[in-house]
């Protein structure tokens, strides 16, 4: 929220530097994100435009009189305050109504005025361009000085026609002392909603300053016809609505707010649009309270088609089944069963709390208001605004909580203004139907339990000072003390809410630091975080980039996973949010590659080269109880070059494919010491068929990999011209396998014997099968083995296949002779003649 500080100004002294202010209400709890000064010296944005106190200042138009050379130029005399006035020649065409008419002194025509040297921005260029002002010839005419315009101050876009200013000044009165300003950037987060208005802030300004609060004017002069029997107030809902407050203000005139409303408005963030309108929103960001103005003629003519000699009926209420309300943005709403609504006999009028409707809107021709200042209830508020997808700055406040009490100030307020500034006569009474009004409950409070909770001493007598100056009823019980909230206080239950309210005015700053009593307990180290923290950094060593990823999905999104089969990846129940922030973000995922498979499709827009893991849980639905079961998955994907363009590979790298994916995993494996690990090829929707290994451990399935399928790809939108490989693995079913110790050899110091070897197997039998045998066969000199060519077809028998590989025998005592190599390789192809019925491939 933005909170001018010369409007912040009308109801608390500043005692303090705007820098130190910030800082003080930052340490109490509303967070100051920043500080936009206005014309003033201060921050860091060195390009920002500060007013000359010298060169800017207010200027007195005493005449305009015609251009001898040009119909579209005036001159005007201005006092300045310097030896004698001057004249300016100017075009804008608010000054054209006062042409020749003589001395206008007592027409007290103020305006920021330029002398030469000033630097400004320039009027006649796009956005905010600095130029110096030059004296140069006019048609004729030397001009050297200026009347300013909102545009070259700064202020806003208005180029028109000069800034006239409404009040009296001193001529010569430096620009900086008149519209200087501070703006506070503060965030309002739910727990202070009671500072979501300029009185609001005000008010803990007075309170961490020791300076006095100066509320509102609320008195309201009514001079029109009575109210009574005019407007009629019932609720179904008090619970949702406790309080509705109607005025009948007749006769305003759709003209501009006054020039300081609009002022006010433009820096707290508001584009002014008429009075009607400024002042419903001028009040709301001064103290609070929202408000609404129906068109009363039209709430008159509808209660004509129900009641023609009766009052306009105004009843609050839950939708029928099948009702919409068009609001006052265009946008028809379908409405929830819980959408509180403010109505009448003949229909929907506006969506309590948050819009109002379209076809009560004031416009242009409105005369007569009916005021509206309410209270509702905050939770029902907030999820009817998030459920309808409508921002507004009454849902703001509403949904954060303000207090009922705050209705009455409200609409009295408005109502003055109204009758101030837009020409209105309020009817004489106030409708106030007030049926459930929050309860008063004493909250009983002792310094014991403030230095329990807030780690503070104070007396109680301080205690008590700290919660007057913030407007608590305090009284001394002795003992104790009994606390009653004040009446724009929604946010206060119980006594640690008050503890709460007292370190802020102590200071946070102030709580003092305190150590742990007790003896620490003996520390443990995590070991599954730091197993899982072992393979994130083994799978970036191997050039894998790590991506986080939303929890939240749809059913629709994991669908995908599986276009063939059109379900899901699991037949357990998702886990669904009750009340979901965005559509498709409804139900806790099934799978972690459906999430990683999101992060390629938008990287594969603009990236060839993709290689990136997740480590994650999924949700899936317990058997017993109501939480979800949370297994941590591992998914990797791949896709695009095996290396970056390089004059090495002429520029054209090979593309990765099923075995780079194989190898990623294969050398995990190796770098967690896990043994035990197989691939075994299986068919699955989601990758392509004679592409996709069954992943194995011990026996037990661990997971699956391959390549994508094509309809998968289409599914996720991924824009490949390269294999996608995937693989999925099941983190809870590797971890326990990997050892907090494991043995290292030496490096050896003998020669290693390298042989091949050609087998003849089944061509059924997978080569994995084939490898471990190798290994189990060849004993504790067999250090090496890899198969480097498969081979079917030629001399090789029908049903039968060639599998070759490369292996090494080394020992760590002596170095090997033919001899004992022979031996042992006869011993091992005699072992897998007998296991697998392998024979050694003839020449």
Same mark, same amino acid.
Request: proline share 6%; aromatic share 6%.
């Given at each position: 929220m933005l909170v001018p500080v010369s409007w912040l100004k009308e109801y608390v002294d500043i005692v303090l530097p705007v820098e130190e202010l910030a800082e003080k209400l930052t340490v109490a709890g509303l967070e100051v994100k920043g500080i936009e000064?206005?014309?003033?010296?201060?921050?860091?944005? &060195?390009?920002? $435009?500060?007013?000359d106190r010298e060169k800017l200042?207010?200027?007195q138009i005493l005449a305009v009189n015609p251009h001898p050379n040009a119909d579209r130029l005036v001159l005007a005399t201005v006092e300045y305050g310097g030896d004698q006035t001057e004249v300016v020649v100017t075009g804008a065409p608010n000054l054209f109504p006062y042409l020749s008419q003589g001395d206008l002194s007592r027409r007290k025509l103020y305006s920021p005025f330029a002398l030469e040297g000033a630097v400004l921005y320039d009027g006649h260029k796009e956005g905010q361009v600095k130029m110096a002002l030059k004296g140069r010839e006019l048609r004729g005419i030397y001009n050297r000085c200026m009347l300013c315009s909102e545009k070259e101050l700064g202020l806003?876009?208005?180029?028109?026609?000069? /800034?006239?200013?409404?009040?009296?000044?001193?001529?010569?009165?430096?620009?900086?002392?008149? $519209?200087?300003?501070?703006?506070?950037?503060?965030e309002i987060i739910p727990n202070i909603a009671r500072c979501a208005s300029m009185v609001g802030v005000a008010r803990e300004v007075a309170a961490l300053t020791g300076q006095k609060l100066r509320e509102p004017d609320y008195h309201v002069v009514m001079d029109g016809p009575p109210i009574e029997g005019r407007v009629v107030i019932t609720t179904d809902n008090p619970e949702l609505n406790p309080r509705f407050v109607a005025m009948i203000i007749e006769g305003v005139e759709q003209r501009p707010s006054p020039q300081w409303m609009q002022r006010r408005l433009r820096l707290a963030g508001q584009r002014p649009i008429n009075a009607v309108v400024d002042i419903s929103n001028y009040v709301m960001l001064e103290m609070g309270q929202p408000n609404h103005t129906f068109d009363y003629d039209v709430l008159r003519r509808r209660a004509d088609s129900?009641?023609?000699?009766?009052?306009?009926?105004?009843?609050?209420?839950?939708?029928?089944?099948?009702?919409?309300l068009t609001t006052l943005d265009g946008v028809s709403h379908e409405l929830r069963p819980y959408n509180i609504l403010v109505t009448d006999p003949a229909g929907a009028l506006s969506l309590g709390g948050i819009m109002g409707g379209l076809e009560s809107e004031i416009n242009d021709q409105t005369t007569n208001v009916l005021l509206e200042a309410a209270g509702w #209830?905050?939770? #029902?508020?907030?999820?009817?605004?998030?459920?309808? &997808? *409508?921002?507004?700055?009454?849902?703001?406040?509403?949904?954060?909580?303000?207090h009922p009490s705050q209705a009455i100030l409200g609409a009295r307020r408005v109502a003055e203004l109204l009758r101030r500034h837009a020409g209105g006569k309020v009817a004489q009474g106030i409708i106030d139907y007030y049926p459930n009004p929050p309860?008063?409950?004493? *909250?009983?409070?002792?310094?014991?339990?403030?230095?329990? *909770?807030?780690?503070?001493?104070?007396?109680?007598?301080?205690? &008590?000072?700290?919660?007057?100056?913030?407007?608590?009823?305090?009284?001394?019980?002795?003992?104790?003390?009994?606390?009653?909230?004040?009446?724009?206080?929604?946010?206060?239950?119980?006594?640690?809410? /008050?503890?709460?309210?007292?370190?802020?005015?102590?200071?946070?700053d102030r709580i003092p630091q305190t150590e742990l009593r007790d003896t620490l307990p003996p520390q443990r180290n995590n070991e599954e975080l730091?197993?899982?923290?072992?393979? &994130?950094?083994? /799978?970036?060593?191997?050039?894998?980039?790590?991506?986080?990823?939303?929890?939240?999905?749809t059913t629709e999104r994991e669908g995908r996973l599986l276009p063939e089969a059109n379900s899901r990846p699991d037949d357990r129940p998702y886990v669904t949010l009750a009340n979901p922030m965005t559509v498709d973000r409804v139900a806790m995922r099934h799978s972690l590659l459906a999430s990683v498979l999101e992060i390629a499709a938008a990287n594969s827009r603009f990236r060839e080269r993709i290689a990136v893991y997740e480590i994650g849980p999924v949700y899936l639905a317990g058997e017993e109880g109501l939480l979800p079961d949370e297994l941590r998955r591992l998914s990797i994907l791949m896709t695009g070059p095996r290396r970056r363009p390089h004059w090495e590979n002429g520029g054209a790298p090979e593309t990765m494919g099923f075995f780079d994916l194989k190898g990623v995993i294969e050398e995990l494996f190796a770098a967690i010491h896990v043994d035990g690990l197989a691939f075994e090829a299986t068919q699955h929707p989601t990758y392509r068929p004679g592409r996709t290994a069954r992943l194995t451990l011990d026996g037990r399935q661990i997971g699956l990999m391959g390549e994508l399928h094509p309809l998968v790809l289409a599914g996720f939108d991924i824009r490949a011209d390269s294999?996608?490989?995937?693989?999925?693995?099941?983190?809870?079913?590797?971890?326990?396998?990997?050892?907090a110790w494991y043995h290292v050899s030496p490096v050896p110091v003998y020669p290693a014997v390298h042989e091949d070897i050609a087998l003849v197997v089944d061509k059924s039998r997978p080569a994995a099968e084939v490898t471990a045998a190798i290994r189990r066969a060849g004993g504790p000199l067999l250090r090496e083995v890899a198969l480097f060519d498969s081979y079917e077809g030629g001399s090789i028998p029908a049903g039968k296949k060639s599998l070759a590989y490369h292996l090494t025998f080394q020992s760590l005592n002596k170095t090997l002779t033919d001899k004992e190599v022979r031996k042992n390789r006869e011993r091992l192809v005699q072992q897998l003649e007998r296991e697998l019925g392998a024979r050694l491939r003839d020449a």
């Open positions: 000064y206005v014309g003033i010296p201060g921050g860091r944005d &060195k390009e920002r $435009l500060v007013w200042v207010i200027g806003s876009d208005e180029h028109e026609g000069i /800034l006239i200013l409404e009040g009296a000044y001193t001529p010569g009165t430096p620009v900086q002392d008149v $519209l200087g300003d501070a703006i506070l950037d503060i129900y009641d023609p000699d009766g009052p306009i009926h105004i009843h609050t209420r839950l939708p029928y089944e099948g009702e919409t #209830n905050f939770i #029902n508020i907030r999820r009817s605004a998030n459920d309808l &997808k *409508i921002s507004s700055e009454a849902g703001f406040r509403f949904s954060r909580g303000v309860e008063v409950r004493p *909250i009983r409070l002792t310094a014991a339990e403030v230095r329990r *909770i807030g780690g503070i001493n104070p007396s109680q007598a301080e205690i &008590k000072r700290l919660l007057e100056a913030l407007e608590f009823i305090v009284e001394d019980q002795g003992d104790h003390l009994l606390v009653v909230s004040p009446d724009h206080r929604l946010d206060i239950e119980g006594a640690h809410d /008050l503890v709460e309210e007292v370190c802020r005015m102590y200071g946070y730091q197993r899982e923290e072992q393979i &994130k950094d083994i /799978l970036v060593e191997l050039e894998l980039q790590e991506v986080i990823t939303y929890r939240l999905t294999p996608v490989l995937a693989a999925e693995l099941e983190l809870e079913a590797i971890l326990p396998h990997i050892p």
